[in-house]
């Protein structure tokens, strides 16, 4: 074909599209509610997100809002977003319910969550403000027919909600390696069927695939999505393992896949290594390039910081991501047990027990046979017992080396017939 004419069909195939805005405002002087309400006025203002339903779900990040301040203000979305969204959501008329359904096999379940979240006192100034565990009127279970996860339990109210406003928190993942906006919406997912998932998924790619599948299954009724990055979280999170980073931000969109995006490129890395963020762009979910992108507010260069990524970073640089389905580390308990026994009852694959020493210390103790690497133990544990430590290293040496030799054996033989 001439040049011209693959120019001129190119052309006409490559129409401009509008680009997806993503807001990024900073919180002056404490003044979080100003900041909430200027993101959003960023993107045009809340009325045009949820115009067409009289009530609107708030889903923030609960995770397990421990007792101690320090750990919770770095792990769960800060009340004081939660409470202006809400507030928002009243002058226009509508009703407001704050839920969420919080990490499996914590003491006394999303309730007691919820009890320490501070979102409750949010509730108590209006009546047209509920707040409650997601899971309150149970799940209902839902064909997702994703690419890896073909069922799952979702809370019903989720479902009945027409409209939603997702509000998550900027922090790194031990497993996913960093979660925002697509991999809140986990907190969906009722009880034990979090666990479950946790099994199927197994491996770096295969967990962000189950996330997409259920961030597509949900997609149309997340209107609008809030990032509270005030306090973020880098290292081994997104529980208290991770440690508190001051950004003082808060970032909108109504693309979960933009908002992501954008908010790993502040986090210092390239968000290609985010495998819920790559697989859920070139599933057509959302946009994740900057030509695609509209900042408006704050720049991202004036905001960037390296942020300690968890060492499960390596494998989203990896080409062939067929490969980075294996996972070169484990977990290691350290010290701290206070015998709670939420990892034993949050692990999917059910190879904790917690066990006393001669001194009555409390010990956790990990049969590695079983274990997935799915680091739920990290995530739950309040008291950040756990960090992580390599796998049996020969194994994984001597496992590589002898497919090379397989495969040089099967190559050997398919050129002498
Ligand atoms: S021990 Fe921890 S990392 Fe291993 S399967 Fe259980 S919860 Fe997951
Ligand atoms: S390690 Fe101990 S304190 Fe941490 S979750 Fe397990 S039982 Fe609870």
Same mark, same amino acid.
């Given at each position: 074909?001439?040049? =011209?004419?693959?120019?001129?069909?190119?052309? &006409?195939?490559?129409?401009?599209?509008?680009?997806?805005?993503?807001?990024?405002?900073?919180?002056?002087?404490?003044? &979080?509610?100003?900041?909430?309400?200027?993101?959003?006025?960023?993107?045009?203002?809340?009325?045009?997100?949820?115009?067409?339903? =009289?009530?609107?779900?708030?889903?923030?990040?609960?995770?397990?809002?421990? %007792? %101690?301040?320090?750990?919770?203000?770095?792990?769960?979305?800060?009340?004081?977003?939660?409470?202006?969204?809400?507030?928002?959501?009243?002058?226009?008329?509508?009703? &407001?319910?704050?839920? =969420?359904?919080?990490?499996?096999?914590?003491?006394?379940?999303?309730?007691?969550?919820?009890?320490?979240?501070?979102?409750?006192?949010?509730?108590?100034?209006?009546?047209?403000?509920?707040?409650?565990?997601?899971?309150?009127?149970?799940?209902?279970?839902?064909?997702?027919?994703?690419?890896?996860?073909?069922?799952?339990?979702?809370?019903?109210?989720?479902?009945?909600?027409?409209?939603?406003?997702?509000?998550?928190?900027?922090?790194?993942?031990?497993?996913?390696?960093?979660?925002?906006?697509?991999?809140?919406?986990?907190?969906?997912?009722?009880?034990?069927?979090?666990?479950?998932?946790?099994?199927?998924?197994?491996?770096?790619?295969?967990?962000?695939?189950?996330?997409?599948?259920?961030?597509?299954?949900?997609?149309?009724?997340?209107?609008?999505?809030?990032?509270?990055?005030?306090?973020?979280?880098?290292?081994?999170?997104?529980?208290?393992?991770?440690?508190?980073?001051?950004?003082?931000?808060?970032?909108?969109?109504?693309?979960?896949?933009?908002?992501?995006?954008?908010?790993?490129?502040?986090?210092?890395?390239?968000?290609?290594?985010?495998?819920?963020?790559?697989?859920?762009?070139?599933?057509?979910?959302?946009?994740?390039?900057?030509? =695609?992108?509209?900042?408006?507010?704050?720049?991202?260069?004036?905001?960037?910081?390296?942020?300690?990524?968890?060492?499960?970073?390596?494998?989203?640089?990896?080409?062939?991501?067929?490969?980075?389905?294996?996972?070169?580390?484990?977990?290691?308990?350290?010290?701290?047990?206070?015998?709670?026994?939420?990892?034993?009852?949050?692990?999917?694959?059910?190879?904790?027990?917690?066990?006393?020493?001669?001194?009555?210390?409390?010990?956790?103790?990990?049969?590695?046979?079983?274990?997935?690497?799915?680091?739920?133990?990290?995530?739950?544990?309040?008291?950040?017992?756990?960090?992580?430590?390599?796998?049996?290293?020969?194994?994984?040496?001597?496992?590589?080396?002898?497919?090379?030799?397989?495969?040089?054996?099967?190559?050997?033989?398919?050129?002498?017939?």
């Amino acid at each position: 074909m001439r040049k =011209d004419l693959i120019e001129f069909s190119y052309n &006409v195939i490559r129409l401009p599209m509008s680009k997806v805005k993503v807001s990024i405002v900073k919180v002056e002087k404490d003044d &979080v509610r100003g900041a909430v309400k200027r993101a959003v006025e960023l993107l045009g203002g809340l009325e045009q997100f949820i115009d067409h339903s =009289d009530d609107v779900l708030l889903k923030p990040n609960l995770l397990s809002a421990p %007792n %101690n301040e320090e750990v919770k203000a770095k792990i769960r979305t800060d009340p004081r977003v939660v409470e202006t969204l809400a507030n928002m959501v009243l002058e226009l008329g509508k009703k &407001v319910l704050i839920g =969420d359904s919080s990490g499996a096999g914590q003491t006394g379940g999303t309730r007691a969550a919820i009890k320490r979240s501070g979102y409750l006192e949010i509730g108590e100034k209006s009546e047209k403000i509920q707040v409650r565990s997601l899971e309150e009127h149970g799940p209902t279970k839902v064909e997702i027919n994703g690419k890896k996860l073909k069922e799952a339990n979702i809370s019903t109210e989720f479902l009945e909600s027409k409209a939603v406003i997702n509000i998550p928190k900027m922090k790194t993942h031990g497993l996913a390696l960093y979660t925002g906006a697509i991999k809140n919406l986990y907190g969906t997912i009722c009880g034990a069927d979090k666990t479950r998932i946790h099994s199927l998924g197994a491996t770096f790619n295969g967990f962000a695939q189950c996330l997409v599948d259920i961030y597509a299954f949900e997609k149309t009724r997340i209107k609008l999505n809030v990032m509270d990055a005030i306090i973020a979280l880098e290292g081994m999170g997104p529980g208290a393992g991770g440690s508190p980073v001051e950004m003082n931000l808060i970032l909108a969109s109504a693309d979960a896949v933009a908002l992501d995006s954008v908010a790993f490129r502040i986090m210092g890395s390239d968000p290609k290594i985010v495998p819920t963020i790559r697989f859920a762009a070139e599933q057509g979910l959302g946009v994740m390039e900057l030509e =695609d992108i509209e900042i408006v507010g704050e720049r991202i260069e004036d905001h960037k910081r390296k942020f300690k990524l968890p060492k499960v970073a390596f494998l989203g640089r990896i080409p062939f991501a067929r490969f980075s389905n294996i996972i070169f580390e484990v977990p290691k308990y350290v010290e701290g047990c206070t015998g709670c026994l939420n990892c034993e009852r949050a692990c999917p694959e059910k190879v904790i027990t917690i066990t006393k020493n001669k001194k009555g210390q409390f010990i956790p103790k990990i049969d590695y046979n079983g274990c997935i690497s799915c680091f739920t133990c990290i995530e739950i544990c309040p008291e950040a017992c756990y960090k992580t430590k390599n796998k049996n290293t020969l194994k994984i040496v001597l496992s590589i080396l002898g497919t090379i030799v397989v495969a040089g054996i099967i190559t050997t033989l398919i050129l002498l017939l």
